[in-house]
Structures are given as structure tokens and as C-alpha cells.
């Protein structure tokens, strides 16, 4: 059970938090991944991290600009995102999977989501 919150409306150029707490699994054991969906486009891949946090990776579209970290002893995983753009208005999904689906969007398990909207 993954639950998002930190979604909001902020001008370009502003910063978001966002956080998704894991329940019903131990979060060390899942690959963990942010992504989004636009309307009237399909979800795409954000970021993701492993098991430890030790390895990330990111869409070309978030390098430089958002931050992924997770913290296993509270079962949370973060999106730091800076610099934000219109383009980044969509709905952030948090997604995980005991396998490590890197930067798939076939992840196994998945929240509810939270609205992110930039505006211009």
C-alpha cells in the first residue's frame, strides 16, 4: 500500500516535496520509482531508486533539476523537485516492485497519486 502526499500548485521555478509512505511491506525488500501521467498523455518515468538507495536513475527530463532518496526505517521514499516547469504539471504516482523494473513504468504496486501543477 503506497500513499503520496506533498503534490500542490507552485509557480515556475519553485520547489515541491514529494513523499510516499510504504505500508504492508518492508520497503528495503522493493526497487521504488516516482512517475507521472499528463492529461491526454500516457505515464511516464521520473526517477527510481534501488533496494539501498545506493543506486538512482532519472529521465532525462528530471536530471539536474529533481532528486530521489528513500529512507527505509521510515518506509518512505522522496521526490525532491526544483526548478520546476510547466511541463511538469501532472499527477506523480510512487510505484514499487519487489523486482527491479529500473525505469519501466510496469512497476507492480502503485498509490493513488498526487497533482503537481506549474504554473507559468
Known amino acids: 500500500h503506497l500513499v503520496e502526499s506533498g503534490g500542490g500548485l507552485v509557480q515556475a521555478g519553485g520547489s515541491l516535496r514529494l513523499s510516499c509512505a510504504a505500508s504492508?511491506?518492508?520497503?528495503?525488500?522493493?526497487?521504488m520509482a516516482w512517475l507521472r501521467q499528463a492529461p491526454g498523455k500516457e505515464r511516464e518515468f521520473v526517477a527510481a531508486t534501488s533496494r539501498t538507495g545506493a543506486f538512482t536513475t532519472y529521465a532525462d527530463s528530471a536530471k539536474g533539476r529533481f532528486t530521489i532518496s528513500r529512507s527505509n526505517t521510515k518506509n518512505t521514499v522522496y521526490l525532491q523537485m526544483n526548478s520546476l516547469k510547466p511541463e511538469d504539471t501532472a499527477r506523480y504516482y510512487c510505484?514499487?516492485?519487489?523486482?527491479?523494473?529500473?525505469?519501466?513504468?510496469?512497476?507492480?504496486?502503485w498509490g493513488q497519486g498526487t497533482q503537481v501543477t506549474v504554473s507559468s
Open positions: 504492508g511491506r518492508t520497503s528495503s525488500l522493493l526497487t
Open positions: 510505484a514499487a516492485d519487489p523486482v527491479n523494473r529500473w525505469d519501466s513504468v510496469d512497476y507492480k504496486d
